[in-house]
């Protein structure tokens, strides 16, 4: 009886350190955020420079709260600038020519 009792014991402890073992597992890992990658400040010629894809995480960047600043615009203007060039990169580039001095 004493060893089925021991043997309880030890299967218990398994059990509980099973149970915490995959409630730590189950915790939702930090995800990656592509949008980090994106640098806080542009040159107009840099920002000119990008492609679609790098103006959407930039815009994306800027959903998610970064501030991004093109040089010589103020923050405010930079994100005017972001938001109409992911929609109209033509439209963006010639704001930011206008507001920027690039």
Known sequence: MAQHTHRRAILGWIGLFGLTGTAAL?????????????????????????DANEI???SLALRRGRRITIDGCSASDSAEVIRLAASDRSAG?????SLCGG
């Open 26 to 50: 189950a915790q939702p890992a930090e995800e990656f955020d592509p949008a980090e990658l994106v640098p806080r400040r542009f040159s107009p010629e840099e920002f000119a420079s990008l």
């Open 56 to 58: 959407y995480m930039a």
């Open 93 to 97: 580039l010639q704001k930011m020519r």
